[in-house]
């Protein structure tokens, strides 16, 4: 129960700050500004969009077989198309809730495929932080190539921020937290309780470990890098290849759209489903490539709408798409065993 409130809580003020910043990024925008916000998206070239799109499926075909390689070793290779909806279920159900991606895609490859959930979790864990690594670099090399334009940048930002309201609204978000955590931990569980769960926590701390080390006993070390790197090639292309829906923005390269995956990439988290935080920086990024901050804020809308879209008709058909093909390949299963 505690849990449950606390993930929803998670949520309502992930999703208010996102609605907080919609409303921040276009306060100041005039009729004919969002008039014009309007315009774009009935002249954006949507040929590139599905571009977008296509690189992003094939992120999500590359993701799926790198998460076989790593359930490989530790005794499971469960069928590609499943383990595929259940990626693509991830993203789905996390634009839902804060980490429900997460469960589901693990309890997906359990429920078809019988793969213990503490075991698909360990390596998806792993997966994070091979992906963390790699948004690492991609920081790395843009700090390297644009280093002038993002020092200006953040020098800029850091001009116009106010610290003694960020001061009081994190001390209010502190207080807040406190209050939150002193209730929900207010009912202590009893010791009987707790002797019970200890074995069965012990086991799934053992499943979750050796999910964990799997990538030691991988043996397509360098199909494993591949897909890596083709995951992250995808990522990139997406908004080099988005840029070009505007004639605007149709200049834009390859350091912006890297620009574009780093920092978009950790918008997409500060909130639910990145509402808000995604637009805005990307209007900045754009905005330090000298693009207008009207056509910037335009595209960064463009963009989350077009992924947004994705993310939910790709959710809804993987969820369709498991349910007939399992069933069909259960009915084909038990015809043969007649």
């Given at each position: 129960m505690k849990k449950h409130i606390g993930n929803l809580l998670k949520f309502?003020?992930?999703?208010?700050?996102?609605?907080?910043?919609?409303?921040?990024?276009?306060?100041?925008?005039?009729t004919a500004q969002k008039q014009m916000i309007v315009d774009t998206f009935k002249k954006a070239d949507y040929f590139w969009l599905l571009l977008l799109m296509i690189f992003g499926l094939g992120s999500n075909f590359f993701r799926a077989q790198r998460w076989r390689l790593l359930l490989k070793p530790i005794g499971y290779s469960p069928n590609y198309w499943n383990t595929f909806s259940a990626v693509m279920a991830?993203?789905?159900?996390?634009?839902?809730?804060?980490?429900?991606?997460?469960?589901?895609?693990c309890?997906?490859?359990?429920?078809?495929?019988?793969?213990?959930?503490?075991k698909s979790i360990g390596t998806m864990v792993l997966e994070r932080v091979i992906d963390l690594f790699c948004i690492m670099i991609l920081g790395i090399l843009i700090l390297i190539f644009e280093y002038q334009r993002f020092y200006s940048f953040f020098a800029e930002i850091a001009?116009?921020?106010?610290?003694?309201?960020?001061?009081?609204?994190?001390?209010?978000?502190?207080?807040?937290?406190?209050?939150?955590l002193y209730f929900l931990n207010k009912k202590k569980a009893v010791h009987?309780?707790?002797?019970?769960?200890?074995?069965?926590?012990?086991?799934?701390?053992?499943?979750?470990?050796q999910g964990l080390i799997s990538i030691k006993d991988l043996e397509e070390k360098w199909e494993f890098i591949f897909h890596t790197f083709a995951i992250w090639i995808c990522y990139i292309l997406m908004p080099y290849f988005g840029f070009r829906?505007?004639?605007e923005t149709a200049h834009l390269g390859f350091t912006a759209a890297m620009a574009s995956v780093f920092f978009g990439g950790f918008a997409m988290v500060l909130t639910q489903g990145g509402v808000g935080a995604f637009q805005i920086v990307i209007q900045k990024i754009l905005v330090s490539y000298g693009i207008g901050e009207i056509i910037a804020l335009s595209y960064g809308w463009i963009s989350w709408s077009v992924q947004t879209f994705f993310v939910i008709i790709g959710g809804i058909l993987s969820l369709i798409f498991l349910a007939i093909?399992?069933?069909?390949?259960?009915?084909?299963?038990?015809?043969?065993?007649?």
């Open positions: 309502i003020i992930s999703l208010g700050i996102g609605v907080g910043l919609v409303f921040w990024s276009l306060k100041d925008v005039s991830m993203f789905f159900f996390n634009l839902l809730f804060p980490r429900l991606g997460e469960i589901m895609r309890t997906i490859l359990y429920k078809y495929e019988k793969v213990p959930v503490e001009a116009k921020i106010n610290f003694i309201k960020l001061g009081i609204v994190g001390g209010i978000a502190l207080i807040t937290g406190g209050i939150v009987d309780e707790i002797v019970r769960e200890e074995h069965v926590i012990i086991a799934k701390l053992k499943g979750l470990w829906c505007m004639e093909y399992n069933k069909s390949k259960k009915q084909t299963t038990e015809h043969a065993q007649q």
